[in-house]
């Protein structure tokens, strides 16, 4: 979680970078009164823990409604909120199940058989009919009727 500090900044830093249409001084008294109204609260109790909960909620909102604050979120976040990446994977006993991580990149194949001496059928197929279809009759019509 994140101390209200850092929260108060990242508040008063999104809604001083929002478009014209909505009304950032409005809002940065919103921000002050309300920070002002929960100062009293003592660190770690549970009304403390839900105001920060909405200022964050409110940050996100804010986030969204920005066009310049259109970035990815940091794992600090994710983790905050519950959210991020999972891979389904089979265990030892065979069961199936999710688990946080990444997905592995599948790599090329390191050999093909279609190399320019000895082309796909189907990709020659594919690419006749993409011709006609252009209306491409032959080098005549790109060359000209010279050679050249």
Same mark, same amino acid.
């Given at each position: 979680?994140?101390?209200?500090?850092?929260?108060?900044?990242?508040?008063?830093?999104?809604?001083?970078?929002?478009?014209?249409?909505?009304?950032?001084?409005?809002?940065?008294?919103?921000?002050?009164?309300?920070?002002?109204?929960?100062?009293?609260?003592?660190?770690? %109790?549970?009304?403390?823990? *839900?105001?920060?909960?909405? #200022? @964050?909620?409110?940050? /996100?909102?804010?986030?969204?409604?920005?066009? $310049?604050?259109?970035?990815?979120? %940091?794992?600090?976040?994710? *983790?905050?909120?519950?959210? #991020? @990446?999972?891979?389904? /994977?089979?265990?030892?006993?065979?069961?199936? $199940?999710?688990?946080?991580?990444?997905?592995?990149?599948?790599?090329?194949?390191?050999?093909?058989?279609?190399?320019?001496?000895?082309?796909?059928?189907?990709?020659?197929?594919?690419?006749?009919?993409?011709?006609?279809?252009?209306?491409?009759?032959?080098?005549?019509?790109?060359?000209?009727?010279?050679?050249?």
């Amino acid at each position: 979680m994140s101390s209200p500090l850092s929260l108060y900044r990242r508040l008063h830093r999104s809604i001083s970078k929002l478009p014209p249409p909505h009304n950032p001084k409005n809002m940065l008294e919103q921000l002050r009164t309300g920070f002002a109204k929960n100062l009293h609260l003592a660190p770690n %109790t549970p009304e403390t823990i *839900a105001a920060i909960k909405k #200022g @964050s909620s409110n940050l /996100k909102f804010i986030s969204m409604i920005s066009t $310049g604050n259109n970035k990815k979120r %940091t794992g600090s976040e994710e *983790a905050e909120n519950g959210t #991020g @990446s999972y891979v389904f /994977k089979e265990s030892d006993n065979g069961c199936v $199940g999710a688990e946080e991580g990444k997905g592995e990149m599948q790599k090329k194949a390191p050999h093909s058989n279609w190399r320019m001496g000895n082309m796909d059928p189907d990709s020659v197929k594919t690419h006749h009919r993409q011709l006609a279809r252009a209306g491409y009759k032959g080098n005549s019509d790109v060359i000209g009727s010279m050679g050249f």
